[in-house]
Structures are given as C-alpha cells and as structure tokens.
C-alpha cells in the first residue's frame, strides 16, 4: 500500500513540474498571434542575442512578449520579433520604420577602436558612437551592405580630446532598401572599426 502511494504522488509530481516547464513555452505562443514574425529560443540564445539577430533591443522584446524576467527564456519558446500589430493591419515594411535602441556598450572594456550604434531609425537613420581612436582627428565614414567590399565614404566625423566621437547619420537612399547596413569609420595612419546593423 504504501509503494502504491509513493507511486500515485510521484506521477503527481512528474505531471505538476511538466506543467511548469511547458507553461512558458504555450504563454509566449499565445503572445506572438498578432506578430508578424516569431523565433524560436535555440540553446544558448537570450534576449540581447535575438534582439541583435532581428535588430531589435531586449528591451523592446521583453515589452512585446509580457517577460517578467528579461534575463530567463527558455529553450524552445516562441518569441515575438516583429512587433505586435493591430489585426488588419499590413506590415510596415517601407522607410523610416521602428525606432530601435540598443543596450549600452556591447565590447565591454578593450583599447582598440570600436564603433556601435545606440540607436537605428529602420531604412532611415543611426546614431554612431566611436571610441579609442586618435585624439582630435577627423574620421571617415563608409558604408556598404554587410559582407560587401568596397565600403563607401559618406560622411565625416571628428574625435573629441579623449579619441571618441558621436555622430547622427542618415540612411543614404541606395541603402535604404538593403537587410543590413555595414559601417567602416577610419582614420589615417590606419586606425579603423567596423560593425554592422539589421536595417528591416
């Protein structure tokens, strides 16, 4: 009898802890129905990881998926990347599409030169932020789509005292259309970076 217990509450534990495990998955499911695109949480994914991936912050796929925790998603989750939008609604696809913010710094501490965004205004414009390079000079910024050769001089920006510069750019119209915009800001005698953003 009491084997026959134990066996009765363990299978009551088991179908309880399945029902946690599977409840996150089915609530962001129930989320993404107005979204226009959903992913998947592969292993090792989190939010920043997506939200570079799809060019949104983390902080907007939080909002949109309802996440209490930013920090715990679970393998298998289906996430909403798009945006929700209002049923009937198409999707917008043309230029000067949603405002994305991006967390701070994404390099963490380095001495070498480096370049994010902090913001990008989809098919429109992007805020460009650079750092240890010379002091006092006059940078170059080229542009082309990611794993395209050569990048194009669009704009000029100058270092501040400490070797930093921040600069708002526009989209130039050629690149406006493209999935991904790669930017390249140098220096003479050689100092440069590169990164790159999604653009839809």
Known sequence: MKNM??????????????GLLAAPAQEAAAQTTSCTQTHTVQPGENLFRIGLRYGVSWTTLQQWNNLSNPNVVYVGQVLCVSGPVAPGD????????????????????????????PQVTLAQ????RGYNFPPNRQVTIAMTTLGNRPYVPYYLANTDASGEFYVSITIPAELATAGTVAVEATTTGGYYARNWFYNR
């Not at 198409?90 to 001495?111: E, L």
């Open 125 to 128: 414009s992007f805020q460009l």
């Open 5 to 18: 217990y134990r066996i009765l509450m363990l299978g009551a534990i088991m179908i309880s802890a399945f």
């Open 90 to 117: 198409p999707p917008d696809f043309g230029t000067g599409g949603p405002s994305v913010v991006y967390p701070g710094n994404p390099f963490g501490p380095t001495t070498e030169p480096r370049i994010w965004f």
